[in-house]
């Protein structure tokens, strides 16, 4: 089995899945199951404690254009590259095109998806950048979460907004 992990950014900034994800592929690799993450670099020199002190590799990818949505031209031949019959996708966030992209590959490579929401859908349509998070919901989140072969909740409120969302 193979897992690719798909995180917008892991610089020690980024908060909750800069901590989360790193220690999820720490324990999955000492399982024997092999892991790959792929992330935007947002900043030049960014850091992460916990990929360091665990020898985690991690393929980043440069941003290019707008940085709340964290596009990269390069990331999705760098993940379809790394698809084989056992592949899993998994992507730690929503709203943006690394999570766009996962989706993207995992229908059309025809293997499972896996959605950790990390808090993000808890006030949803509320919070910080409600219009690009409406624009994504139209154009690729609702497909994204009904396609799902598992919705991973991360947050005590995702489970409730969740439900709730189901019923829009």
């Known amino acids: 089995?193979?897992?690719l992990h798909i995180v917008e950014n892991l610089d020690n900034s980024y908060g909750g899945p800069a901590k989360?994800?790193?220690?999820l592929v720490k324990y999955l690799n000492k399982l024997n199951i092999?892991?790959?993450?792929?992330?935007?670099?947002?900043y030049e020199n960014e850091e992460n404690n916990i990929l360091c002190e665990n020898n985690i590799d991690v393929i980043k990818v440069p941003l290019k254009g707008i940085k709340k949505i964290k596009f990269s031209p390069i990331l999705e031949a760098k993940i379809t590259k790394e698809i084989t019959d056992e592949t899993i996708i998994h992507v730690h966030t929503l709203w943006t095109y690394p999570t766009y992209?996962?989706?993207k590959i995992a229908k059309k490579s025809n293997i499972p998806l896996i959605v950790s929401l990390r808090g993000m859908m808890y006030d949803w349509c509320l919070n910080?950048?409600?219009?690009?998070?409406k624009i994504a919901m139209c154009l690729f989140q609702k497909k994204m979460l009904k396609k799902?072969?598992?919705?991973?909740?991360?947050?005590s409120n995702e489970k409730k907004s969740f439900r709730e969302y189901r019923h829009i």
């Open 1 to 3: 089995m193979k897992i």
């Open 128 to 133: 910080q950048s409600k219009y690009i998070k």
């Open 34 to 42: 092999e892991n790959k993450i792929f992330t935007i670099q947002v």
């Open 101 to 103: 992209l996962g989706y």
């Open 148 to 155: 799902a072969n598992i919705i991973h909740i991360t947050e």
């Open 20 to 23: 989360s994800v790193p220690l």
